[in-house]
């Protein structure tokens, strides 16, 4: 006997079902049609978002936020992956679980000191303005909550990618000195 795993009522679960499918097939187009860039340096023209740790549940939230919003979507176990990854692609934002291997004030110090700026943000159970402030003082952009709040995520994402194609990118960096920045 043979199984249908396609849903066979009208009605929301149909709909929701062909969206589905739709986000599936253009996923797999542009996997086959869309190369990813050779060069590091280049602009990327889709965003990109780098989820460092090992939680699951995060990098499946991430994934389907990902596929929503049409985003590329790489994962890394480790700080050295991580740093790795970055200096081979150009990623506009980084989310770096709280939890990671290498500890998440040690990642974000390290990115910070690449010399293309990206922006991170720490992902965490607990957010409270203390958590912000040890984050912004480490040169994390802002820490969100988990389990991830899809909206969250996407205004995270869109501001990043704004301020990545801007330019700001370019010349800003979170060690900067105030004397450099107010030059620019």
Same mark, same amino acid.
């Given at each position: ?19 589905l ?5 253009d996923? @797999?187009?542009r $996997? &086959? ?5 050779a060069? =590091?340096?280049?602009?990327?023209? /889709? ?12 990098r ?8 929503l ?5 790489c ?6 992956e ?10 506009p ?14 990642i974000?110090?390290?990115?910070a000191?690449?010399?293309?700026? @990206?922006?991170? $943000? &720490? ?5 409270d303005? =203390?958590?912000?402030?040890?984050? /912004?003082?480490c ?30 990118a ?15």
């Amino acid at each position: 006997m043979q199984t249908k795993l396609s849903p066979t009522t009208e009605g929301p679960v149909m709909l929701a079902w062909k969206r589905l499918q739709r986000v599936c097939e253009d996923l @797999t187009s542009r $996997i &086959l049609v869309e190369p990813m860039a050779a060069n =590091a340096g280049s602009m990327p023209h /889709r965003m990109a978002v780098l989820l460092i740790g090992r939680d699951y549940s995060l990098r499946e939230s991430l994934g389907v936020i990902g596929i929503l919003n049409r985003w590329d979507v790489c994962w890394a176990w480790s700080c050295g992956e991580a740093i790795d990854i970055l200096k081979l692609r150009s990623i506009p934002l980084v989310i770096c679980d709280e939890g990671a291997p290498d500890g998440w004030r040690n990642i974000v110090e390290r990115i910070a000191d690449l010399p293309l700026s @990206t922006c991170v $943000i &720490l992902a965490s159970r607990f957010s409270d303005e =203390a958590l912000k402030r040890e984050a /912004r003082r480490c040169h994390a952009y802002d820490v969100i909550a988990k389990p991830l709040n899809w909206e969250e995520v996407r205004d995270r994402g869109l501001f990043a990618w704004a301020w990545y194609t801007s330019g700001c990118a370019s010349w800003w960096s979170p060690n900067a000195d105030d004397r450099v920045l107010r030059q620019h």
